[in-house]
């Protein structure tokens, strides 16, 4: 509650469009019926504020399964995401195929991801990163009928972004740092789908002076490392 009111306050006082995110856990733990109401409300608090036309969009954020994605849409979400990527290609097709195919009978968009992230956020989790190969994501976006893609380009999820043995380590400093992004992969990937809209997820980080102040305060987070 606390979160949606300031995004709303935030977002009304600058006439902001926004996107609330709910994960498959948020959902699980706060309730999809609450979670719902407490979206509605979140409009009308917004014309509360004095922001006539609310520009307000409620997202599923790695969605795991056409039986969630299909409960989103049901209840009245904007967009959700069906993240496939850990399956084999062609099943990643026809499992977003299957969503975008419902989602789209009641104008909601639909964000696939193709590559695999590396890392823990909510109940998502891989050992290992797979870049995103250019040459596929034509013909996943052309097959499947998404609006968006996710892609993996070295971004990871979660707290521990990257292993010890993934970093370099400062020879000043001693402090842990992390490979570098791929950049050269996401060029290729917009010279094949020029003006697709990419989304990145993991590329937000916990600032390393806000690690040493755990740390300082009696955390326990040595070789925590922030991600570009």
Known sequence: ME????????????????????SKGARNYANQTLLRYMAQGAVEYAKELGWEHPQICLHLDHGDSFE?????????????MIDASSLPYEENIALTKKVVEYAHQYDVTVEAELGVLAGVEDE???????????EEVVDFATRTGCDSLAISIGTSHGAYKFTPE????????????PPPLAFDVLDAIMEQLPGFPIVLHGSSSVPQEYVDMINQYGGKLPDAVGCS
């Open 68 to 80: 969630l994605c299909k409960s989103c849409v049901d209840f009245g979400f904007s967009s959700v």
């Open 3 to 22: 979160q949606l009111q300031a995004i709303i306050k935030a977002s009304a006082e600058t006439k902001s469009p926004v996107i609330l995110q709910v």
């Open 166 to 177: 993934q970093c370099t380590r400062d020879p000043k400093t001693g402090r842990l740092v």
């Open 124 to 134: 998502v989790s891989s050992a290992v990163s797979h870049y995103t190969k250019p």
